[in-house]
């Protein structure tokens, strides 16, 4: 059965910290790897993730893929009260017929002015 | 451009009792999809469509779930009889379409379903 193991399930840190999110997984069809983020609204989109050690970038966050231990971790340097959210890591497969999203179960981040 | 749409935003209902769900997805966009994300999970997919037919619904409790997109536009997701255990929030997403390389799903503000 597929599946995508994020950790931890929660995390609570001070502002300027500098936090680093897992996100394992085991997905027949793998295409590529998405994290979001989650305020009390709707998942937005922050990475995509298809090629291993090519690292993503945007302002104080970045992300990597190691695709021979189906492995990435999300980076948020100088945390901000902003970044509290949870941030959800998902699966894209494709073949078989089917395609679409596999998701974590999320990480809680929450940032203590 | 204007994102997808849900309403209502917010349900409460008593469990043996019916509800549903409507989603107006981004114009021009041909999958649509429904997830159920319940507290302290990440969303999970129910049932998705290409323009007016189900490309997969294998996680859908059909017994008690249905959704229809008739017009390959709107879509509605119904409930009968809810659960105590369908307590959840209902997210629809949209995208251009679907394939082997990933197309952007954009997710609308779902709704929040409490079933007592």
């Not at chain 2, 309403?7 to 019916?18: C, D, L």
Request: net charge neutral.
């Amino acid at each position: 059965e597929d599946k995508v193991v994020q950790s931890p399930l929660s995390l609570v840190v001070h502002e300027g910290d500098t936090v680093t999110l897992n996100c394992s997984y085991e997905v027949t069809n793998f295409r590529s790897l998405l994290w979001y983020k989650q305020e009390k609204k709707a998942p937005t989109f922050l990475f995509m993730l298809t090629s291993s050690g090519i690292e993503k970038k945007s302002g104080r966050l970045s992300s990597i893929l190691d695709k021979k231990e189906l492995f990435s971790i999300l980076n948020i340097t100088a945390t901000q009260t902003g970044d509290s959210a949870i941030y959800l890591c998902a699966v894209f497969y494709s073949g078989g017929g089917a395609d679409g999203l596999t998701f974590g179960k999320g990480t809680h981040l929450i940032i203590q002015p | 451009e204007a994102g997808v749409a849900q309403s209502p935003r917010y349900k409460i209902i008593e469990k043996r009792q019916s509800v549903a769900f409507w989603c107006n997805p981004i114009s021009g966009h041909a999958t649509l999809y429904w997830y159920q994300q319940i507290l302290g999970q990440g969303p999970k997919l129910l049932i998705q469509f290409q323009n007016n037919g189900v490309v997969d619904d294998s996680q859908l409790p059909k017994d008690r779930f249905s959704a229809e997109r008739l017009k390959g536009v709107d879509s509605t997701l119904k409930i009968q009889p809810a659960k105590l255990e369908d307590s959840a929030v209902y997210l629809c997403a949209s995208s251009l379409g679907t394939g082997a390389t990933y197309n952007e799903q954009f997710f609308g503000p779902g709704t929040r379903l409490t079933v007592l």
